[in-house]
T-cell receptor, first 111, second 114 residues
Framework: TQLLEQSPQFLSIQEGENLTVYCNSS?????LQWYRQEPGEGPVLLVTVVTGGEVKKLKRLTFQFGDARKDSSLHITAAQPGDTGLYLC???????????FGGGTRVLVKP | GAVVSQHPSRVICKSGTSVKIECRSL??????MFWYRQFPKQSLMLMATSNEGSKATYEQGVEKDKFLINHASLTLSTLTVTSAHPEDSSFYIC??????????FGPGTRLTVT
């Protein structure tokens, strides 16, 4: 069974600060996805990273996939209250498209 | 983008009754659909993988006779919680895919068993 560990579990910061969420595993994934989920809604895909060492930017969000494709990070610059939510990483197995989710990081950005 | 819907969005049922949740892919044909459950302040836990026209594959610890999954067409999968109990109260989320790429998630169904 492939496991993904996310850290921290909870993060509370002031508007304008930066934050980083980590997703680590001892297993190799063919791809890794980051989602954001609002209460009472389904997860919304933010990005998919596929290549080891890949870096993707989405406005103030920067996603990195580790060289060995075992870990990933999400960095938010100058966080805003609208960034508040549950951030989930999910790794796809090499065979098939089954996803393994990390435990999630609850982010609260205070105005 | 690909859209997945779920119905109902919220349901309350009495203990011992069964409830059916529908998951539909609205603008694509989903060869595979997945069912997850999510407890408050926790992550998504995969319950089963459903391929059109074949039996669902259940994750370890998920009772197949309690959580009946039917994937009769390429756009519809249903999850029936049979003989529901209060501990089955949870947020149930489906996702759908038409290939090896991203899964598209539905908005979720909040089930409350009284």
């Amino acid at each position: 069974t492939q496991l993904l560990e996310q850290s921290p579990q909870f993060l509370s910061i002031q508007e304008g600060e930066n934050l980083t969420v980590y997703c680590n595993s001892s297993s190799v994934f063919s791809s890794l996805q980051w989602y954001r989920q609002e209460p009472g809604e389904g997860p919304v895909l933010l990005v998919t990273v596929v290549t080891g060492g890949e870096v993707k930017k989405l406005k103030r969000l920067t996603f990195q996939f580790g060289d060995a494709r075992k870990d990933s990070s999400l960095h938010i610059t100058a966080a805003q209250p609208g960034d508040t939510g549950l951030y989930l990483c999910a790794g796809a197995e090499a065979a098939g498209n089954k996803l393994t989710f990390g435990g999630g990081t609850r982010v609260l950005v205070k105005p | 983008g690909a859209v997945v819907s779920q119905h109902p969005s919220r349901v309350i049922c009495k203990s011992g009754t069964s409830v059916k949740i529908e998951c539909r892919s609205l603008d694509f044909q989903a060869t595979t659909m997945f069912w997850y459950r999510q407890f408050p302040k926790q992550s998504l836990m995969l319950m089963a993988t459903s391929n059109e026209g074949s039996k669902a594959t259940y994750e370890q610890g998920v009772e197949k006779d309690k959580f009946l999954i039917n994937h009769a067409s390429l756009t519809l999968s249903t999850l029936t919680v049979t003989s529901a109990h209060p501990e089955d109260s949870s947020f149930y989320i489906c996702s759908a895919t038409d290939g090896p790429d991203e899964q598209y998630f539905g908005p979720g169904t909040r089930l409350t068993v009284t």
